[in-house]
Each structure stands twice: as C-alpha cells, then as structure tokens.
C-alpha cells in the first residue's frame, strides 16, 4: 500500500480503500459485525470493537498486512496501542475490580501493570515508549484529569486536573 491510501470501515462493516486518484473499493475482507469501534496503527493493525452495548462489547485484533485476526480479553473497556504498534495497553473493568494491563498488540504475552486500578471511565493513549497516558472521558459536566505512567517504572504522575469537557490529543514529536 502507498503512502496516499486510505483504509476506512463504513457502519456496515466493510473495509474500503482509496487512493491514488481512484474511487473508493471494498476490500474483499469479509464485513465485521456489529462495529462500533476501530482503533488504528500507524502500520495497518486495528483491534476492532463490537457488540451492539457496553456490555456486550468485545475486541478484537487485526492485521490486515498479514490477514490475521485474535479475540481480546473480556472486559475491556479501553485500549491503545505502542507508538510502534507491538504492544497494546488496555484497561479492564468487571464492575467490581479494575486493572491495567500491557500484551502483544495480539493479546499475548500479558503484563498486570496496575492490579487494582482506582480510576473508572478512563481514554488511554501511548504517545511515547515509555509513556502511556490516561484522561477521564470528555464531560462537560465533570472535572477531567490527565495522568501518565512511566511504562518502565510504573509510576504515576497527575499532569492536568479540574478541566471541564478535557480531552487530550498528542503530536507525533
């Protein structure tokens, strides 16, 4: 695929491209069901939400590169990938216990990295290495807060607190 193409599912689950001047296409990938959801990789792996309600919602990783497909762990109410797509973080909630946990961007290899994790409702993001960040959901009608963890250390560090409607976006540099 050339640097000009674009990758987009449309709301019944087909994968489209489009480029180089050309109309847009379906993949001959056959349709997700029920999305809800697309994360995306700088390098064409997505993991893709499904389900027709939060509780129903299920995850799943793809790599178009290579045509594979995994299911995630139940129970996961947010991911992100590594900025070089490898891993995956994501933040797992059974509505009595919530954890954050690191794997494979396929869902091997998982690493507990906060066990009992305090906080509910969180966006996370990985904008460096060795930094992952979570924000509360965007509310005008509630405070938001920003905090990172030291991928290496663990530690936690409060960035931003007490901003309205707070949502966070990160440059590539």
């Given at each position: 695929m050339s640097g000009d193409?674009?990758?987009?599912?449309?709301?019944?689950?087909?994968?489209?491209q489009a480029g180089g001047g050309d109309a847009a296409a379906k993949s001959g990938q056959r349709p997700l069901e029920n999305p809800a959801e697309i994360i995306w990789s700088?390098?064409?792996?997505?993991?893709?939400k499904t389900g027709e309600s939060q509780s129903a919602a299920r995850y799943t990783f793809s790599d178009l590169t290579k045509g594979t497909t995994a299911p995630l762990r139940a129970g996961i109410k947010s991911v992100a990938f590594s900025p070089d797509a490898s891993q995956i973080v994501y933040y797992i909630s059974d509505g009595q216990s919530n954890a954050l946990f690191s794997s494979a961007s396929d869902?091997?290899?998982q690493r507990s990295l906060i066990s009992a994790f305090r906080l509910r409702g969180v966006v996370l993001s990985w904008p460096k290495s060795n930094l992952i960040a979570f924000t509360s959901k965007p509310?005008?009608?509630?405070?938001?807060?920003?905090w990172t963890l030291n991928a290496a250390s663990?530690?936690?560090?409060k960035m931003i607190d007490g901003l309205y409607g707070l949502e966070v976006l990160y440059a590539p540099d």
């Open positions: 193409t674009i990758l987009f599912y449309d709301l019944a689950g087909n994968l489209w700088a390098n064409l792996k997505n993991i893709v869902g091997r290899n509310s005008g009608t509630s405070a938001g807060s920003l663990l530690a936690i560090a």
